[in-house]
């Protein structure tokens, strides 16, 4: 009975199908139609019967579009859903921050937005100007853990007085409130840029295993997990010069680096190019009695700026090469680059493993003119993701990292 069902099923239907097949045709011709007059409307010199208004929507339209197609480029890995979904996050994101903790001992909300850590001010700063804050946790898709070490480091605090500290705090978020056991603290989250934070949260292992972690120095070796954690870009700001961009014609230099051998990978870098003629690599940072904004000014002159991995956190000069308008070359083994599920670094940044350090300036000489052009255009295209702003704008660091979180909070939605 049940096999022959569908046999039936169509012998019964058959002079209604006949019916319907009539219809879709009819259907199909004024959709061809509608579709052609559409056409026409968009690229043809309008029919005289054409609406002023309607012409005026099309232009509109078709100027939206050239600005969507400007903006929306294969610099994302999926153009379409991220401004889809970007937009609906602007719409629907909601977290919830908790109260901060004894400001006799425990300083979580920083207001220093500059320095090297500056990306946790800002963080900190922007979610309570946001529109993302809600004051009611049964709205909240997140809910936000204010823990902030760098302050407790200034005065003095051990770290392992720190993590009791942090411990302290958390457990009695936990106790206190009903959210974190709904889900064991998936969709809870914290954010540090500096190391500190990274290391006095790990006496937590409940909340360095369960909660987002929102952290600048996204390697292995501080217990980075990649489809769950994000990593914060880190962005020493202010910046001492104003955005690069468009001025290929001045970058003569082909590649740069200046820093301190504080790790392996440098060491090396300075050994095999600190007097190369093409490569302008020192092996020591550049000291202001040098010059005004010296260092600064190199980044401008060269088409590459090389980003070797150092002894510890240290991306704030990728963020300075992207600022800068020079193609970062990240010279890493691991390294999880900000917004790495977002954007195609490919596009505008150059990733080596640090073995090919030795074939560092064969690598750079083998990029051509044109497709160097292209990371530099790119690289343009980017910078607003990688510049923090009080108040936040839209696309910029600030909301970057929201987009990740939304992303991650769809995978634990209590
Ligand atoms: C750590 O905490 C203990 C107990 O509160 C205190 O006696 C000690 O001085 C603290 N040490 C540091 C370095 O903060
Ligand atoms: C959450 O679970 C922990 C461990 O079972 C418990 O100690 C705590 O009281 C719970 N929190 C709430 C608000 O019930
Ligand atoms: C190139 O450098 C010169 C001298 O520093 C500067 O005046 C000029 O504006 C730069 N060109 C571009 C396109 O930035
Ligand atoms: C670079 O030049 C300095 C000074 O002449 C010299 O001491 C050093 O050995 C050179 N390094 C390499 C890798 O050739």
Redesign the pocket.
Known sequence: MQMTFGKQALQQSSPSSLFSLRGSLLFLAILTLLSFTYLSLKYSTPAPQVSVAKLVDARVNDAEEEKDEEQFTDIYHSPHVFKLNYAEMEKKFKVYIYPDGDPNTFFQTPRKLTGKYASEGYFFQNIRESRFRTDDPDQADLFFIPISCHKMRG????Y???T?IVQNYVEGLISKYPYWNRTLGADHFFVTCHDVGVRATEGLPLLVKNSIRAVCSPSYDVGFIPHKDVALPQVLQPFALPAGGNDIENRTTLGFWAGHRNSKIRVILARVWENDTELDISNNRISRATGHLVYQQRFYRSKFCICPGGSQVNSARIADSIHYGCIPVILSNYYDLPFNDILDWRKFSVVLKENDVYQLKQILKGISHAEFVTLHNNLVKVQRHFQWNSPPVQFDAFHMVMYDLWLRQHTIKY
């Open positions: 005065k003095g605090t051990s392992e007085n720190m009791i």
